[in-house]
């Protein structure tokens, strides 16, 4: 079992940054593909960016070139920077780990998620 906690939210104006964490417990994240997903009110949970052990990243083209995915096995924490916040960025930001490597996007492909960290965007 993993179990992964997300911080790092909160209200940032437009065209700002902000550096959401999540930390595992139970299990190394060496071990994980990590990820970050977010969803809107009333929207589905998309996906936004994936990490393997080795550094290998993939993002959705949504935020290609504004977020950026890492991780620190030896903290067994995982980082979303995002930069370049825009309204339509507000959502609950999700922290999710598979087991070994994936390059699924969806859902269903992450075995465990956290309870999520809220970002809203003023205009």
């Known amino acids: 079992q993993v179990q992964l906690v997300e911080s790092g939210g909160g209200l940032v104006q437009t065209g700002g940054s902000l550096r959401l964490s999540c930390v595992a417990s139970?299990?190394?994240?060496?071990?994980?593909?990590m990820a970050w997903f977010r969803q809107a009110p009333g929207k589905e949970r998309d996906f936004l960016a994936l990490?393997?052990?080795?550094?290998?990243?993939y993002y959705a083209n949504s935020v290609k070139g504004r977020f950026t995915i890492s991780r620190d096995n030896a903290k067994n924490t995982v980082y979303l920077q995002v930069n370049s916040l825009k309204p339509e960025d507000a959502a609950d930001y999700y922290c999710?780990?598979?087991?070994?490597?994936?390059?699924?996007?969806?859902?269903?492909?992450?075995?465990?998620w956290g309870q999520g960290t809220q970002v809203t965007v003023s205009s």
């Open positions: 999710a780990a598979a087991r070994g490597r994936t390059s699924r996007t969806n859902v269903a492909g992450f075995d465990y």
């Open positions: 990490n393997w052990r080795d550094g290998f990243t």
């Open positions: 139970g299990r190394t994240i060496a071990d994980y593909t």
